[in-house]
């Protein structure tokens, strides 16, 4: 067997560069690593929607009335032209309203993207949805991107030794691109007036640039595309703020079947952060629940946690029971709602948005304006 | 056997040493961002 190493010198150079790289979060500065701007301008639609998100941060001006925030059930969720159309005619003055997502759930990008848009814009209201569903205990995937070994103090306060081991790890991971980033800048974000955008996997789909962040999917998992508009519409009387009154239609940490576990400490630690980022710039925070698939036949709205635990009264939760929502409809019609089970489809989108828009105004109403 | 402690045993143990490092760090993170499959577009 030919050895790994032809010399004493060779072996030498392997382990100062194994050092080198396991040090280089400890070696390498603030100063060494590329701007914040340069990371959102670096990452492609298929890692998620980065060339929009980086837009809203960093790009256009104003303030935003409301902000749709969470992974990829928000981001296929919700029309945002529909929502800031009715926001708009409520107010009586054009509203600004934004969907600003990440792909993968968990909730470290929640307080990554949430911070650098807080210090970039103000915003009037945030809506969020189960975040952190299923999330495990360690960094994120995008964490070699977002995260930076030199901003720990801030990030890091309070983890568990093996959860800032993981972002340790995601450092290392993700210097190559902090240092290249500094020597050069990325070519600017283009494609903003595209019609479609497509990625491996993701071909021909509207470009969230021109529908104010928000992605709508023409798919239906294992069967051929159908536009469908079920036949009955929802009554929005139907969607609820969680009050005394309304406590009973909630339930938290119910779902064995869809929330296979609870949110985990990592996850509960950044939701905290978020809470703190929210408080320090005035944000209000509203809970949407986005139901699943294999929860349309639940009778109760089932949140993944009890977020005034986390976000204190600074919070409200809204949503419609399952049951109520799809009332009528088949298991096929319900089928043709979703890309899969976690993700509405644009059938989906415009069908549940017109429902939870008026709740969503509401609150902004009497929570923002008075 | 008696081990000599050369130049060459010290390079080869930080060799080691340091691979173990890295395998360790890989397990103690639950490297979730190594997933190296093509993208999945969702979550």
């Known amino acids: ?370 | 056997m008696k081990l000599k402690f050369n130049i060459d045993t010290i390079v080869y143990a930080a060799v080691v040493i340091l691979c173990l490092a890295v395998v360790a760090l890989i397990v103690a993170s639950r490297f979730q961002f190594a997933d190296v499959r093509p993208v999945y577009q969702g979550f």
């Open chain 1, 1 to 370: 067997m030919q050895p790994a190493f032809s010399s004493t010198k060779q072996a030498a150079a392997f382990a100062v560069l194994l050092l080198v790289i396991l040090l280089s979060p400890l070696l390498v500065g603030e100063s060494m690593l590329r701007s914040r701007e340069q990371i959102y301008s670096s990452i492609p639609w298929s890692a998620g929607p980065y060339p929009y998100v980086h837009d809203q941060i960093f790009v256009e001006k104003g303030d935003l009335d409301v902000v749709f925030m969470g992974p990829s059930t928000m981001w296929y969720g919700i029309d945002t032209s529909y929502f800031q159309k009715k926001l708009s005619e409520k107010l009586g003055r054009p509203a600004e309203a934004r969907t600003i997502c990440w792909d993968w759930v968990g909730a470290d990008p929640f307080y990554r993207i949430a911070k650098d848009l807080l210090e970039h814009r103000r915003v009037h209201m945030i809506v969020f949805c189960d975040v952190a569903i299923t999330a495990p205990d360690t960094a994120h995937k995008m964490a070699p991107d977002l995260f930076r070994w030199p901003e720990r103090g801030e990030d890091l306060a309070g983890l568990q030794p093996r959860a800032k081991t993981a972002f340790y790890a995601a450092s290392i991971i993700g210097m190559p691109r902090n240092l290249l980033g500094r020597v050069r800048s990325n070519l600017p974000v283009t494609g903003q007036d595209a019609e479609e955008i497509s990625w491996p996997g993701g071909e021909h789909i509207k470009n969230p640039f021109l529908h104010l962040g928000s992605l709508s999917c023409p798919m239906i998992e294992g069967r051929e595309w159908v536009k469908f508009t079920p036949p009955t519409k929802p009554d929005p009387s139907n969607v609820l703020v969680y009050s005394e009154t309304t406590k009973t239609n909630f339930q938290f940490l119910n779902g064995a079947a869809t929330h296979e576990m609870p949110l985990q400490p990592l996850q509960i630690n950044f939701l905290k952060k978020v809470a703190a980022l929210a408080r320090e710039h005035d944000v209000k925070m509203v809970y949407l629940y986005v139901p699943r698939e294999n929860e349309a036949k639940f009778t109760t709205i089932d949140p993944t946690t009890f977020w005034p635990d986390i976000f204190g009264s600074n919070v409200a939760m809204v949503g419609i029971p399952p049951a109520k929502l799809f009332a009528g409809l088949s298991d096929d019609e319900i089928t043709k709602l979703y890309w899969e089970y976690r993700h509405l489809n644009d059938n989906g989108q415009k069908f549940f948005t017109p429902v939870v828009t008026p709740a969503l105004v509401q609150l902004y109403e009497t929570e923002i304006q008075h």
